[in-house]
């Protein structure tokens, strides 16, 4: 449904703030994946040869892949190389290396769709959960790309998957506080290099079927920043966002995240998940939204994280979302995988580039992660 069937009736304006508030607008996405592209089968049978003297049931790493509905994903390294890592540290140091490239690639796209030069942007905060650096990724990136020297950093680790929406929220955030500034949200993940191969839980069974790599980026600018070069920036596609809400559920960290150890990051991801999120969700939307003086129907777009097949099963069955409002979703799934924090990203990016909604149009961007947690963005198109 359009802003102006939502809010005009009988001449009336139903919630006024969000035809006058001053708004962060997004004025360019951009993403980057590596060059290593394989299909789910290929996937599949490497770990097979890999684990082949200590799979009782090889058939049913087939089936676990097959059920999460991923065609293909991108590596940041060639398949072959992974048993060749010996250490955490190994793997961190590459994580260090991969994620400056390609985070630096995506923050670079992002500007150019803005219209926008690096020398524009004044604070960049970056989501990352694959890695642990000090210098922080945001500071390479910063040297990498030649940012100010007085640009605002910020970097988010922990919050896994809800992480895109997280850091755009808070991203949004800066230039309500500050709005004739220009801040940018960059998520870059690897999350194959979290592979144990130790580690034969069913937890990572499914984790090696769902998880990829890239990275994707976000630049937002307040109601105060004008705007340069008409053609190439996305503000009359990309959407304002006119609100952000958050839910943080008290003692579920038992529900997705990381046990971290001297061996690296293993995978937790309780198959109570799906239920959860069917016992929860619906409510904390309509909760969200009736804030504005709205409800579902008001909705005409979603942007939800691609979490996985039971995920999505279940956000389509809690919100009602039977009428292809998922597709984007479910086809980001398909050809990427899980990307964690970027996942959300990347369909933002696919709905602003490929047929985005009619002017107007409201939406909700919205993804859950580590804590356990929700984040939503109420988005007029």
Known sequence: MTYEAVFASEGKVRHPQLRDASR????????????YRYSQATLTNALKRLWADKLDNPELLDRIHARTRVASRH????VQRYPEFRSWGETNSAW???????????????????????????????????GIASPSLDARIINHLGLRSDIKRTPIFGVGCVGGALGLTRAADHTLAY??????????EACSLTFRPDDLSKANLVSTGLFADGAAAVIVTGSGKAIGDGDRSLSGVAPEILGSGSVFYPDSEDIMGWDISENGFR???????????????????????A?????R????????????????????????????????SWDS???FGNLSSASVLLVLEDTVSTRPPPPGTLGVLLAMGPGFCTEMILLRW
């Open 179 to 188: 709005p004739t500034q220009t801040a940018a949200i960059l998520a870059v």
């Open 24 to 35: 962060t607008r997004i004025v360019g996405v951009g993403s980057a994946v590596p060059k």
């Open 333 to 335: 799934l398909r050809r």
């Open 75 to 78: 590596l940041a390294f060639p």
């Open 96 to 130: 260090i290396e991969f994620a400056e490239e390609l985070g630096s690639e995506a923050l670079d796209k992002a500007l150019r769709n803005a219209g926008m030069s690096r020398s524009e942007l004044d604070a960049l905060f970056v989501v990352s959960i694959t």
């Open 267 to 289: 995978i937790v991801l309780s198959p109570r998940l799906p239920d959860f999120i069917r016992s929860r969700l619906a409510g904390d939307v309509d909760e969200f939204l």
């Open 297 to 328: 129907v008001d909705i005409g777009n979603w942007v939800i994280h691609t979490g996985g097949p039971k995920v999505l099963d279940a956000i389509q069955d809690t919100l009602d979302l039977s009428h292809g409002e998922l597709d984007r």
């Open 291 to 295: 804030k504005y003086d709205l409800c």
